[in-house]
C-alpha cells in the first residue's frame, strides 16, 4: 500500500514498532501498516505535515504532533508543539506520562484525579526539533544543544553541544538514539557522538545530579547525517549526500542517500559496508527529507523519503549462499552451508540438491558411467530423508540404475506426495522399474483409499504401459476420464467396448455416437443405443441411414417428440402419405391419453405422478411449473427440480418462473458446474429484479402498516382520554341503582371503565381484593375484552 500513498501523497515521518509501522504524511495523514507495507488503518490528522509520531512499547497508545502546532494524544488536543514522546510504558496505569515541545519542553503527567499536570522542563533555546525517550530518560534537541533528562531524579544531567555552528538546524536537524537504557547516539551535521550515562560516585555528588554523561566516542563524517540506529556494537547511517558542481553557477548536486553501517571508535570510525540507495526525486530532496527508524527485535531498518520508504535487513547465511549460487560458485556454497548448517534455514533442502547437483557433475565428468557411485550417493540421500529432492536428478538415459533405486523412491512419493509420484510415472520411462511392483503397491495404497482419482489415474497408465488395456479401460470409465476415447482409439480396443456402449454413452453421449459412426465396421451397435446412433447419423447426413427413416418416426414419437416435426419437415426418405393418417392419429392419441392420465392423477391426489407424466410424457416445463404453483406443494418443487437439473431448457425455465414461489439459490446451487444453460444472463438478470420488486413491495406495505399503526394508536389515544359524563341519569350495572347518591353530601367511590359501564366500587365482587387493574364484569362474560378502569371516582 506505501507505492499508492506515496503517488498522491509525501512520506514526512515514521516510527516503528514490533507488530507495526506508523507512517506520516505530508497531508496531516497517519497510516498504520503491517511489516509488509499493507495498510491496516488510516486516521486524518490535519490538513498539514505530521512532524512526529511517537509509540508506547504495548504498541496500543499514540502520540501524533503536526506542523498546525497540535498534538493527537487519547482524544486530547495540546497546541503549539511540534515533537512528542510517550513514556515507552505509556500503557500501564502507573506510567501516564508524556512530553511535547516546540519553544519550550513540558513534561504531561496524569494525576490521581485522573487529570494532566503540566511541567516545563526546559525553554529558551530556540525550537525543539526532536526528543526520544528510553527507560526514565528523556534526551531531547533544541538549536543549540542534546540535553537528557531524568525523570525519576526529576534532574537534567548533561548538555552537549552542537559541533558545526553553521549548519542550520531546521535545514540540518539533529538526529537521536537509544542504544540501550544508558546509551545515547546523537548525529548532527557530519558529526557523530556516543554517549553513556553514569552513576555519580556519592562522594562526589555535592550539588551535581546523580549521574553524568561520558563521551565515548566522537567523529566526523564524510557526509551529512539524516539518521541512525544501532546494530549491536556497530552503527547504522543514512547519509544526505551532497556534492558541489564544477561550475559556480550550478546549484549543488544531490548525489542518491547512503546506508552505511561503521564501527565507531574512540576518535574515528571503520567503514564496514556502503549501499547507495536509489529512491525517486533524490534530486530533489534536503537532508530533513530523510529519516531512519529501526525495528530492535527483528533488525529491520525503514528509510523514509518523501516519495519512497525503503526496508533494510542484515544478510544472513542464507544471503551468503544465495549469492554463491548466483555466480555459480557451487562449492564454495556447500562449503559455507556445511560451516554454519545451523544457521542456514531457506537452503536446507536446497543444499541437498546442491550436493546432488556437485555429485551429478562429477559423475558425468569425471566417473562417466560409474553406477555404484550413483547408487551409493543416493543411499546416503535415503539416510537423511531427503530422496524425494533428488528424483529429477536421476539418470534415465543411456546411464540407468538397477530398478530397485528408481522403485524406492517411486514408493517414498506414494506415501505422501500422490501429484509427485503421477508426475514422476508420467516423466519417467517404463522399463526404468518394474511396473508390476508399482502397480501392488498402488493397489495396496488404493485400498485404503478407494476413490483417489489421482492414484487411479495413474494405475491405469501403469496398466496402458503393461497393456493391460481392459483394466486401464474400466477405470477410465468409473472415473469417467476424458482421455478414455483416446485410449479406445490409440489401441483399437473397439472389439473390448461392444458391452460397454452404455458406459460410454452415459459419460459423453456426443462422443460415443461420433466414434461409433466413424467406426461402424468396427463396433456392433446396440438396438438400445440405435436411436441415439441413428439421430446422430441424420443429423450429419439426412441422406445416410434412409432405410430406418420410417423406424425413426416411431423412435422420435417414443424418445424425443421435440424433434419429431423437424425430422419429418426435413427428411426426404419418409414415407408421409404411407403414414400421414397413423402418424396424426397416434400423436393425438397419445397427447389426449397422457392429459387425461394426468388430469385423473391430479384429482385422485397422486400429483407426484401426474408432475412425472407432464415432465417425462408431455415435456413440458411451462405446463410443469403451472401446475406445481397450483398444488403450492414444496415436495413437488422438489420433485420438479430434481428432474430439470440435467436438462438445460428445464433449468431456463425454472429460473424464469421460481423466484416467487421457491428460493432461487436451492436451484443455482445444484447446478453442475460448466453446464451450459440458454438465456442464463436473462434469467438470473429476472431473479434479481424480482428479488427488488419484493424487497421494494416489503419495504411499501411496512411504511402503509406503520403508517395506519401509528394513526390507530393515535385515535385510540384520543379516545380514551376523552372525559367520561357521569350524571344522575347513569346506573351501576351490578345493583341497577342510580351511580350517583341522592344525597350529594354524602362520599361515595365509583368505578368508570373505557367500555362505559359503571359501578359502585363496593358492588364490584370480591373488591377487598381487587388489584389496582379491575376489569369490567359485563365485558369479561361477554369476551368483548378486559374493558380495562380508565378512572376511580371519591368523595
Not at 137 to 155: E, G, H, P, T
Request: charged share 25%; with cysteine; glycine share 4%.
Amino acid at each position: 500500500g506505501v507505492s499508492e500513498i506515496l503517488q498522491k501523497d509525501a512520506a514526512s515521518c515514521m516510527t516503528v514498532h514490533d507488530k507495526f509501522l506508523a507512517l506520516g504524511t505530508h497531508f496531516g495523514k497517519v497510516f498504520l501498516l503491517d511489516v509488509q507495507g499493507n495498510v491496516t488503518q488510516k486516521f486524518d490528522i490535519s490538513t498539514v505535515k505530521i512532524n512526529q509520531i511517537s509509540l508506547d512499547d504495548s504498541g496500543e497508545h499514540v502520540g501524533i504532533c503536526s506542523e498546525d502546532g497540535k498534538v493527537n494524544c487519547f482524544y486530547i488536543t495540546f497546541h503549539i508543539l511540534r515533537v512528542v514522546a510517550l513514556h515507552p510504558q505509556f500503557g500501564r496505569s502507573s506510567s501516564k506520562q508524556f512530553v511535547t515541545g516546540r519553544n519550550k519542553l513540558q513534561l504531561y503527567e496524569r494525576n490521581w484525579l485522573n487529570r494532566w499536570k503540566t511541567i516545563t522542563l526546559h525553554e529558551g533555546e530556540g525550537i525543539i526539533t526532536n526528543v526520544k525517550w528510553r527507560g526514565s530518560l528523556v534526551a531531547w534537541a533544541n538549536s543549540l544543544s542534546v540535553k537528557i533528562y531524568d525523570i525519576n531524579a526529576k534532574q537534567r544531567i548533561t548538555n552537549v553541544l552542537r559541533d558545526n555552528t553553521s549548519l542550520r538546524p531546521d535545514m540540518y536537524p539533529c538526529s537521536l538514539c537509544w542504544k540501550d537504557n544508558t546509551t545515547l547516539i546523537i548525529g548532527w551535521g557530519t558529526s557523530v557522538k556516543i554517549c553513556i550515562v553514569k552513576e555519580r560516585d556519592p562522594t562526589e555528588m555535592r550539588d551535581l545530579p546523580s549521574r553524568y554523561v561520558e563521551i565515548v566516542s566522537a567523529f566526523d563524517t564524510e557526509f551529512f547525517i539524516s539518521g541512525l540506529a544501532p546494530l549491536g556494537d556497530q552503527i547504522v547511517i543514512l547519509y544526505y549526500v551532497k556534492e558541489a558542481s564544477e561550475h559556480q553557477d550550478e546549484k549543488e548536486l544531490r548525489s542518491r542517500p547512503r546506508l552505511d553501517i561503521v564501527q565507531p571508535l574512540p576518535e574515528s570510525y571503520e567503514e564496514i559496508s556502503s549501499d547507495a540507495l536509489t529512491v525517486r526525486n533524490f534530486q530533489e530532496n534536503e537532508c530533513l527529507d530523510y529519516r531512519l527508524e529501526h525495528s530492535e527485535g527483528e533488525s529491520l531498518f525503514y528509510i523514509i523519503s518523501p516519495k519512497d520508504i525503503v526496508v533494510a535487513k542484515e544478510r544472513d547465511q542464507d544471503d551468503h549462499i544465495d549469492w554463491l549460487l548466483d555466480k555459480k560458485k557451487y562449492e564454495e556454497a556447500l562449503m559455507a552451508a556445511e560451516i554454519s548448517h545451523k544457521n542456514i534455514k531457506r537452503h536446507e533442502v536446497q543444499v541437498y540438491i546442491l550436493i546432488f547437483q556437485l555429485i551429478n557433475m562429477k559423475c558425468q565428468k569425471v566417473l562417466g558411467k560409474n553406477m555404484e557411485l550413483w547408487e551409493n550417493e543416493v543411499y546416503r540421500f535415503k539416510t537423511i530423508g531427503q530422496l524425494k529432492a533428488i528424483s529429477q536428478y536421476l539418470p534415465r538415459g543411456d546411464l540407468r540404475l538397477r530398478p530397485a533405486i528408481y522403485e524406492m523412491i517411486l514408493h517414498e512419493f506414494l506415501k505422501s506426495d500422490f501429484e509427485g509420484f503421477a508426475t514422476l510415472i508420467r516423466e519417467w520411462p517404463g522399463d526404468l522399474y518394474n511396473n508390476m511392483t508399482i502397480v501392488q503397491a498402488v493397489s495396496d495404497r488404493l485400498k485404503k483409499d478407494q476413490n483417489n482419482r489421482t492414484l487411479l489415474t495413474t494405475l491405469a497408465e501403469l496398466y496402458t504401459y503393461d497393456q493391460r488395456y481392459d483394466k486401464a479401460l474400466e477405470i477410465y470409465l468409473r472415473l469417467r476420464h476424458k482421455d478414455v476415447y483416446q485410449l479406445i482409439h490409440k489401441h483399437n480396443l473397439f472389439s473390448s467396448i461392444e458391452d460397454k456402449i452404455v458406459l460410454l454413452m452415459e459419460f459423453d453421449k456426443e462422443k460415443a455416437v461420433d466414434m461409433l459412426l466413424d467406426n461402424e465396421d468396427k463396433i456392433s451397435v446396440s438396438i438400445t443405443h440405435f436411436f441415439s446412433y441413428l439421430h446422430k447419423l441424420f443429423k450429419r447426413d439426412p441422406h445416410k441411414g434412409h432405410k430406418y427413416h420410417e423406424m425413426l418416426i416411431s423412435l422420435y414419437a417414443e424418445y424425443d417428440r421435440p424433434n419429431l416435426l423437424p425430422f419429418l419437415r426435413d427428411s426426404t426418405h419418409c414415407p408421409l402419405e404411407k403414414l400421414c393418417g397413423r402418424i396424426i392419429i397416434l400423436i393425438c392419441l397419445y397427447y389426449l391419453v397422457v392429459l387425461t392420465c394426468f388430469f385423473i392423477s391430479g384429482r385422485m391426489g397422486n400429483s407426484r405422478r401426474a408432475l412425472q407424466m407432464i415432465m417425462e410424457e408431455l415435456y413440458d416445463v411451462d405446463k410443469a411449473i403451472e401446475f406445481a404453483k397450483e398444488q403450492d406443494d414444496a415436495e413437488l418443487w422438489e420433485d420438479l427440480i430434481s428432474y430439470s437439473i440435467d436438462k438445460p431448457p428445464f433449468i431456463t425455465g425454472l429460473l424464469n418462473n421460481i423466484g416467487t414461489h421457491v428460493d432461487p439459490i436451492l436451484l443455482i446451487h445444484r447446478i453442475k458446474e460448466g453446464m451450459e444453460i440458454p438465456n442464463l444472463r436473462d434469467s438470473l438478470v429476472k431473479i434479481l429484479h424480482d428479488y427488488n420488486l419484493q424487497i421494494l413491495l416489503r419495504e411499501g406495505c411496512k411504511k402503509i402498516l406503520v403508517a395506519d399503526s401509528l394513526s390507530l394508536l393515535k385515535k385510540m389515544h384520543r379516545t380514551q382520554t376523552r372525559g367520561v359524563r357521569v350524571d344522575e341519569e347513569n346506573i351501576c350495572e351490578s345493583c341497577h341503582e342510580a351511580i350517583l347518591p341522592l344525597d350529594t353530601a354524602k362520599s361515595y367511590n365509583i368505578v368508570v371503565f373505557h367500555c362505559r359501564h359503571m359501578f359502585h366500587k363496593e358492588c364490584l365482587s370480591s373488591s377487598s381484593t381487587i388489584p389496582p387493574v379491575q376489569f369490567c364484569n359485563i365485558c369479561s362474560a361477554k369476551r368483548r375484552g378486559p374493558g380495562s378502569g380508565i378512572v376511580e371516582i371519591k368523595k
